[in-house]
């Protein structure tokens, strides 16, 4: 996997990628309409943010690059890659428990507040992936 050079992108699959966590400087862009939504994308090697009709999605600390975002109504899924550990916030459902799996690996339960937000740490190495799927239960 690399980073997203034209920040955000529809694969044939049916998701979406973004983020590139090469850049020194932060990029955005608005208004990219996907599957009758509309998404805007900020990345830079800080930071990398995706919101959703003006709602929250995603954000890493540092910045990251996520491939096959897949949002459904049990929870989420994708792929990312980044130059160091990130930590990882989504936006999800108020007052639900979420079952976090990494790489394969059960990484527990989690429970979202009146927010919905979920925040995971996810070890990354530049040049590698982890899959990351958020499942309701």
């Known amino acids: 996997m690399s980073v997203v050079k034209e920040l955000i992108r529809t694969e044939k699959t049916g998701e979406i990628s973004f983020g590139n966590y090469e850049l ?3 990029a955005k862009l608005d208004d990219f309409k996907f599957g009758g939504d509309i998404y805007k994308v900020k990345t830079c090697k800080d930071i990398t943010k995706l919101e959703k009709n003006g709602l929250f999605v995603y954000e890493s600390v540092p910045g990251t690059a996520v491939t096959g975002l897949c949002e459904t109504a049990e929870g989420v899924k994708f792929t990312v890659e980044g130059a160091t550990d ?3 916030t989504l936006e999800l459902m108020d007052d639900a428990e979420y ?3 990494i790489n394969g690996e059960d990484a527990g339960v989690m429970k979202t507040g009146l927010g919905g937000k979920v925040t995971i740490g996810v070890e ?4 590698e992936q982890s899959s990351v799927i958020v499942t309701k239960k």
Do not use: D, R, V
């Not at 990354?124 to 040049?127: A, D, I, M, P």
């Open 24 to 26: 020194e400087t932060k």
């Open 86 to 88: 990130a930590q990882i």
């Open 99 to 101: 079952a976090i799996n």
């Open 124 to 127: 990354l190495s530049e040049g």
